[in-house]
């Protein structure tokens, strides 16, 4: 039952009632055009550091699996349950071609190829006829990545650029959320929510910067959206770019350091990360934390769990309920919407520009597949490594006199967007330089006119 | 699947089965009947003490809500997800104005208007549009009372006789109980229980006089029942009255105190209770205890945490399971008939005559109000504050040899309950020296003949 | 949703989904078929260590129920709620002739009559018309069984041959599990898990020799199975015979001591155990360890609490995750099947001829009795007690050079089969005597033959 009357006090009572859940956008489990759509796409699975000698119990797009590595260092994904009588795969034992299910022996290969059945006669045809589910697997500095979706269907396994950043340092780590994906990764298409939730409301998790209302451009791409999110400090402008590729990627500047007060130009995410749902209900945010020069520094008091959190979350996650209800967080944010958001209920204002796009991509490219056209993915990518755009962009271009800054603010943020996206038919090394260049050469172009 | 069939030896086979819950008695939720008819009434919701500096989540009739006082002492009962995009508003600041969401900002006053979205334009329309859900809040002696149903229904805040008894302290207290709410109320219509449960079986938690059966009479009126409960004790007849009001408040006489054998007139409640459901199956009794001469006197040994849960269920509730098992109480004769209890499977007997009163009572109610007649409330008394009943009696009234001791224990208690809801045209001083006087005026005419 | 393609690498994809419950075999709730024929026998429900002077909750076939002991040593087992209001009777008094409500004082005996209703008139028509839902109930030896069924319609309580076995003292024992009933059972009609679960894959939880793949044959009976798992083991003919009857008792061999290497002629089996359902997702294996020369000795360090955990399941209970994962049992092989095994998602294969005869016989009587054919049951048996068959039988039988040995195990296990079922009609002792002179013929009958 819901009531509506958004008018005059006390209206409690005519507002009564929850909506039903988005089910389009937020359910994932198998079967659902939601799962279906996520199925088409590699997610991060879980951290290398998480897998022993043991295999590991998961649960990814609502299905219970095991990851597990075979004695010759292969991974394997496999559905949980055993494809005989159904015995849980985690109490298996890791052997050198693949995983031996406990109560009857069978071993599996990582691929889900029945090896043997040692309780059954040696010709036995169950060795043809029988295949545990599974699914490929891609490692890459320290995260184990899979695809569930199709065979038929499998993209590339993505590379980007960011995997490389000479100098930077990726430390992988995963963080839970019990909550549906999807109010978590759209909160990366809304950059007000820092101005309040990380800095007026409860004094600054960052720097103070933070706290300035930004001019936001947003820009569709057909791997998803990226956006400027731009501020005058002082004399420099600082433009910071977001990029969000569908399904679930996200990619920012810098979290610890950034002030927007030293030039930088072209500056790299300071992570790279997918929030990959469990389940309807539940979510792992799994990510490298990249540090370096263009993103925040190698320091070692910034490469520690609770600092990696702060990047994750803006508020480290192991405190007290009373420290988290005085100075709320990310996770405070999304896990307090209810375990999905129930979109009816909002007012969506224009602050929530960005939310908005990307549900509607969203909603368009499920209903897309659900129709017969396979969403955009890695394989559709002309360059490899492929290009992404995200970072801070700190160029000293002080007001003019009499202008109007606002305006100048949003040209300049237009310009460095233009910039960014303009190489990527170069080669990672070339574009840097030609990047990097081009917005030294943006800022000199402003130099003259400053000093009147 | 329900069988039945009471006769004969060994019949759990044929009676097995759980019959459905009475959902029109039981059920709370918004837009059930029940919860409809509950929301014509004021509530208490919390305690004051319960509210500090931090919006407190609270949970009422089914609806996730958040109680918080500004920091000019108003106190807001908001529903607890923003208007905006749903983050909890338990992570809201409590502001002079009003509640900041920790998300993006907006500002809510206690009525619910949306006094700031601070990232939208300052003449956004949305300062008209939205109103967060809201619901008027009383505070009286410690405790936050609601009203959580249409503005156009609000019937006025009760103010009952008892609110001020000379030389009574009240103290506020809050009782959780996992179950449906009617089991709980109900009870106070079951004087029965006293004398097993709380005297008998396990060994009196009161005084010894408590296991005696006693002579009862049911009144209804238009606030609902009230009833006398009496007995004879030595040469006293101890005459208790208990006031039940719809929809959930109880008021009753002493508990730590009373054995019957002190004169008392017109003694007062030694507590004021409602019990709230907080949804179908958890519900809060939230009361003040009473402590004075007319009740239970202000010694500092009852006045602690402790005592209060003798006062509310018998026995302490911090206390080991091997305790409950070998000494129940109220909380365990309440909860332990599951979640809801289920009508259809109960026996009701002579002893529930009460119980029976007050669900075709509220029953009638429910369905008067579907029907379009408003519930009786405080808006219909005509005097202010409202008289209530509830306390004890104790007449020096010896029996009288060869006379008929339970007829007079029953003609005692009608004309004590005809004294007490006799004088409710007087104010409350005037109201209270009359009863007394005609109690005490009572007991002389009796004096006589009591002598042969 | 499901689909399916056994074919080809990775077809996790492919193969997602889960197939409904078999509900026919695995629900047990009142009024389910299985419910309904489970109830047409004596369960074990308690251990008579569990019952205090307080009753005890139980939850048996779904129903919530109280079992307790009067104070002149009779056991009753009532329907949990009373039936005049509802409150718990494990909150009960109990007295010498019932259990007394801790509500209102009613007092039940133990077949569920209305002995006093103490708040009511001494003639009140209650005490004829109100019975307490109850079951008849018998103890032996430290275990509390009862009958849930219909009263027309209740067996012979049965007395099995093994509950008095000369010099074997019977160890009453409890275990829980949180899965259904028939994933637990079924298991002990599969002798191969034994081979890979307890020995093979992490090491032998009892002697090396339970590693070697066994000859198995089964055969059919009224009452359910026996079967027989031969192995070589050295100059010995290691035969053990297990014994299955419907619908939930198991018995078997030795566990402890067992190796195949001491001659044994006729051994009892070491537990005689009952896998109850306490709902469609929780059972209770209640059970006696025998310990015996003709099962596990009667030594002292074997007949521990840990011990006896080991009887039950390979491993002990109690112990941390990580080391239930490096050595999983029994209870880790049956649990993580989920609470309640899918039969559609398995692929049976030869060894697990046990396990489909299992369900092929129980689904047949599950609906024989739903036609109007009640099972076979103790009622049935024309001896009393009633004999098994279950144990260790070890033959000096050395191979004979240039035979198929196989073979040879096949016939002695066949022979050992027919010899111990054949003495039916002869009393305990005789029946004793015979079994074990025919068993010391049958090797002797050998001997010349193998040396060859």
Chains 1, 2, 3 share one sequence.
Not at 53 to 58: G, Q, R, S, Y
Not at 257 to 263: A, E, F, L, Q, W
Not at 377 to 387: E, G, T
Request: charge should be negative; proline fraction near 7%; aromatic fraction near 10%.
């Amino acid at each position: 039952m819901i009531r509506r009357a958004d008018s005059g006090p006390y209206t409690g009572y005519e507002q009564t009632g929850l909506p039903d859940e988005d089910a389009e956008l937020t359910h994932v489990m198998p079967g659902s055009p939601g799962g279906e759509y996520l199925r088409r796409f590699w997610h991060p699975i879980a951290l290398e550091s998480e897998v022993s000698d043991i295999a590991l119990p998961l649960r990814v797009l609502g299905e219970d699996l095991v990851l597990f590595r075979t004695l010759d260092e292969s991974y394997g994904l496999l559905h949980r349950r055993c494809a005989h009588r159904g015995a849980s795969l985690e109490y298996g034992k890791c052997e050198r071609r693949g995983l031996r299910c406990c109560y009857h022996g069978w071993l599996y290969a990582t691929d889900g190829e029945l090896l043997e059945a040692p309780g059954e006669p040696p010709d036995t045809p169950l060795l043809r006829s029988v295949r545990q589910g599974a699914y490929p697997v891609e490692v890459n500095a320290g995260i184990v990545f899979a695809y569930l979706g199709p065979s038929a269907h499998r993209p590339a396994f993505p590379i980007y650029d960011t995997f490389d950043v000479p100098g930077t340092k990726r430390v992988p780590y995963v963080y839970h959320y019990p909550c549906n994906w999807l109010q978590i990764v759209e909160n990366a298409m809304d950059p007000v929510h820092a101005v309040f939730l990380h800095t007026r409301n409860h004094g600054p998790s960052f720097s103070e910067a933070w706290g300035q209302l930004s001019v936001k451009e947003y820009h569709s791409a057909d791997e998803g959206f990226y956006y400027t999110n731009a501020r005058r400090v002082g004399d420099n402008i600082w433009v910071r770019v977001h990029h969000v590729i569908l399904p679930n990627m996200t990619q920012a500047g810098a979290v610890l350091s950034m002030d927007g007060k030293t030039p930088r130009y072209f500056g790299r995410p300071s992570f790279t990360r997918w929030v990959v749902p469990v389940d309807n209900e539940n979510s792992r945010a799994i990510a490298w934390a990249n540090f370096g020069d263009r993103s925040d520094a190698q320091r070692e008091e910034w490469m520690t769990p609770r600092t990696i959190e702060i990047i994750e979350g803006a508020e480290p996650r192991k405190r007290s309920r009373a420290e988290a209800l005085r100075k709320p967080g990310d996770y405070e944010a999304f896990v307090s919407q209810g375990r999905i958001t129930r979109h009816a209920k909002e007012h969506l204002a224009t602050s929530d520009k960005g939310v908005a796009l990307f549900r509607r991509r969203l909603r368009g490219d499920i209903r897309a597949l659900a129709d017969g056209s396979a969403p955009y993915s890695a394989s559709d990518h002309r360059q490899a490594p492929i290009p992404t755009y995200a970072g801070d962009n700190v160029l000293h271009m002080p007001p003019v006199d009499g202008a109007d800054d606002a305006a100048l603010i949003l040209d300049v943020s237009r310009e460095v967007a233009r910039i960014i996206v303009s190489a990527n038919h170069l080669d990672c090394e070339a574009r840097d330089t030609y990047v990097r260049a081009a917005l030294v050469d943006l800022q000199a172009r402003h130099a003259p006119r400053s000093r009147t």
